[in-house]
């Protein structure tokens, strides 16, 4: 079963690669940063980035 890909489509899974992204890119600065603010950056702010990322991309196809 073929879809087609719908603008709608296409902009939820850039939304979704972009959370994604940022996320990676705030794991990749927090480990080279030794203060204790880093870990609550690590695993706050690029935890909820990805998970995020994970539930539009979720969202996305299921809704295709």
């Known amino acids: 079963m073929m879809v087609e890909n719908s603008p709608r ?3 939820r899974l ?4 972009y959370l994604l ?7 990749a600065i927090t ?3 030794s203060s204790p603010l880093s870990f ?3 695993a706050g702010g ?5 998970v995020l ?3 539009v991309y979720l969202i ?4 295709a």
Do not use: N, R, S
């Open 9 to 11: 489509l296409q902009q």
């Open 14 to 17: 850039k939304i979704a690669a």
């Open 21 to 27: 992204i940022a996320g990676l890119v705030l794991e």
């Open 31 to 33: 480990l080279y940063w």
């Open 40 to 42: 609550i950056l690590f």
């Open 46 to 50: 690029a935890g909820t980035l990805m």
């Open 53 to 55: 990322g994970i539930i």
């Open 60 to 63: 996305a196809i299921a809704a």
